[in-house]
Every structure is written in structure tokens, then in C-alpha cells.
């Protein structure tokens, strides 16, 4: 039995048992899919729902986005398990913070995790993925055992990123690009935009009711797909996430164009780090840096 069959065992264990025992309404988690190397979101309501349960490298998906938008009858639940790797707690963690879930009502079910398949990597879902296979995120993580949970499956392990300076290479590379150049380079990416919104709609931080691409008085964002739009559309994005963005990586995932968009997230990761001091989803106590007024606030970008 491999390490995967264990921790899917003991996911679909404790889900039935808090089915059973009327600790939770549904439990989240993963299940196969009729395609091979793929998984979906699962819901489990009773305890032999929990039986199609999985984890193993093929469970990229966020599933925190089930606490907030993404089916309303879920997250209407009052009472709400979900399996969750570290970086899917980091989500959790930034929904806690800004108020948009009440984390005494879900129950975490943590799951150590050492790396999931990227975009275009290959994975029989029963072993690691090969390092050229994993995806990106995975290669600088440091939350592989969850910081938060209230059940933890698996055995802790360490975590052991590649190196910041790797990790920021592309980013550091395109920094020093004369400013035409670099302008050149996000018009080249943005052009490509077909304005499908699926960055926004997989973005468990992108929570707004309306967004702002629906407002129509006055219309802040050209709906319709060309290079001002665009520009415009991703730099509204990028800039709402300022701060908050927990580098799930989730929006670069799905976008069908494989625009860049982890550059700009990263990028601003780092400015809200190094300005403020402020990691989004590592703790729900620490002041949000755009909440917080302090004289000592650099505003060299108002002068
Ligand atoms: S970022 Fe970390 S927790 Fe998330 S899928 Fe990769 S290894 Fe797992
Ligand atoms: S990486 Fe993308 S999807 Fe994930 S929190 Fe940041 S903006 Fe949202
Ligand atoms: S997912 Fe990609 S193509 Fe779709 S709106 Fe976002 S950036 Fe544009």
C-alpha cells in the first residue's frame, strides 16, 4: 500500500467518522475523475459519501474556495470539514483574517504534503511527481507540514524551499529591464488576455460579490478583449491582491493563455513583505498592512 493509499484511508476515516458522529454537515476533499491524472472536488454529506475520498499528488486544486463563493450551499453549511494542504491553509488563514469565515466553524483537516503535479507535469498519483513535474510553487514551499489544523494526516516534515534568490530570479531578471522593455514585456503577456476571468474566479481571495469588471456605472474595465482593457484588467487585479495574495498560484493555473500572473503576485508578495513586514496566511492575528495607518509608512509612491 503506498503513502498515498494511507493518508486517503485515513481522510476517508475521519470524514465518516465526524459525518457520523453530527460533528460537521459535508466534509470537503478530493476525488478521482474519469480522466486518468486528474481529481476534483468532492463533498461528502453522509459517512459513505466519504468512501471516493483521495489524496495523493493529482489534488492540486484549492478547495478553500468552497468556504466562500464557490458553491453557496456549501459554505452556507454551519459546520464545515475540509482537507487542506499547507498552502490551502495559508488561504484559510487569509480568509480568517479578513473576516470572511468564522474558523470555529470549519474543522481543518491538514494534510502533509510534499508536492503536487504542475500545469503540464505528468503523475501516475501514486508516487511523487518527478522534480521537473512538480509544480512551481511546490519547489519554494515552507508550509508542507500545515501551520494551522485541527487533524493532522501524515507525518510532519520539514520543509526545505529552494533557495529566494531562485525563486525570484525572473522577477529580479525583468526588475532591471529598461522601463520600455519591461513595458514591452507585460504587453506582449496581457495581449494575449482573452478577459475569461478564470484568474478572479479560482482566487479565494477574490471574494466581492461584485467585482469590479460587473460595474457598469460607471464601466471602470472594457469588457471586451484589447490591449488597453487588458492592461488594465490585470493591473487591477494584481493590485487588489496587494498584500493579500498568499501565492497559491491557483489564478497562473488556470488561466488558458499561461500568462504570467505569478510574476506580478510574487512581485508584490515581496514589496508587502519587505515594506511592511506582512506575510498574508501565515498568522490571522498580524495587522493588514492596507488596514493600518503608520507614520513610518514609506509613501514615496505619493510624492
Ligand atoms: S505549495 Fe506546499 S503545501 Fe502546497 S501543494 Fe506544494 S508542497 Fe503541497
Ligand atoms: S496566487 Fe492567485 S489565486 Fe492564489 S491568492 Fe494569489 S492572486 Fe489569488
Ligand atoms: S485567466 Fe488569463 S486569459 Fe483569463 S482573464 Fe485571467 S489573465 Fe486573462
Known amino acids: ?33 474519469a480522466l486518468p491524472g486528474r481529481t476534483q472536488p468532492a463533498f461528502a454529506y453522509k459517512p459513505e459519501d466519504a468512501r471516493e475520498f483521495v489524496f495523493n499528488p493529482l489534488c492540486v486544486s484549492g478547495l478553500p474556495l468552497y468556504l466562500t463563493k464557490a458553491k453557496p450551499e456549501i459554505s452556507a453549511k454551519d459546520r464545515i470539514a475540509i482537507v487542506a494542504k499547507g498552502c490551502d491553509v495559508k488561504n484559510i488563514v487569509a480568509l480568517q483574517r479578513e473576516n470572511q469565515i468564522r474558523r470555529e466553524k470549519i474543522k481543518v483537516i491538514g494534510v502533509v504534503c510534499k508536492g503536487v503535479v504542475g500545469k503540464y507535469g ?26 494551522d489544523y485541527d487533524y493532522l494526516i501524515g507525518e510532519k516534515i520539514e520543509s526545505s524551499p529552494q533557495s529566494k534568490e531562485k525563486e525570484f530570479e525572473e522577477i529580479n531578471r525583468i526588475e532591471k529591464l529598461s522601463p520600455r522593455e519591461r513595458w514591452k514585456f507585460w504587453e506582449e503577456h496581457f495581449k494575449r488576455c482573452i478577459k475569461c476571468y478564470a484568474c478572479s474566479k479560482v482566487c479565494p481571495l477574490c471574494y466581492c460579490n461584485r467585482c469590479i469588471v460587473d460595474k457598469t456605472m460607471p464601466r471602470w474595465i472594457d ?72 507614520e513610518e509608512d514609506d509613501d514615496e509612491f505619493v510624492r
Open 1 to 33: 500500500m503506498s503513502e498515498y493509499d494511507n493518508i486517503s484511508n485515513e481522510i476517508r476515516e475521519l470524514a465518516a467518522k465526524l459525518l457520523a458522529r453530527g460533528e460537521v454537515d459535508v466534509v470537503i476533499g478530493y476525488k478521482p475523475t
Open 122 to 147: 505528468r503523475c501516475d498519483g501514486k508516487t511523487e511527481p518527478k522534480p521537473e513535474d512538480l509544480d512551481e510553487k511546490c519547489r519554494y514551499c515552507d508550509v508542507n507540514t500545515p501551520r
Open 223 to 294: 469588457p471586451s478583449s484589447h490591449a488597453r482593457g487588458n492592461l488594465a484588467w490585470n493591473i487591477i487585479r494584481a493590485q487588489h491582491l496587494a498584500g493579500r495574495c498568499t501565492g497559491c498560484g491557483e489564478c497562473e493555473r488556470s488561466c488558458p493563455m499561461d500568462i504570467p500572473l505569478m510574476l506580478l503576485n510574487k512581485k508584490l508578495e515581496r514589496e508587502s513583505e519587505e515594506l511592511f513586514g506582512y506575510r498574508s496566511g501565515y498568522n490571522p492575528h498580524d495587522p493588514i498592512p492596507l488596514a493600518v495607518f503608520r
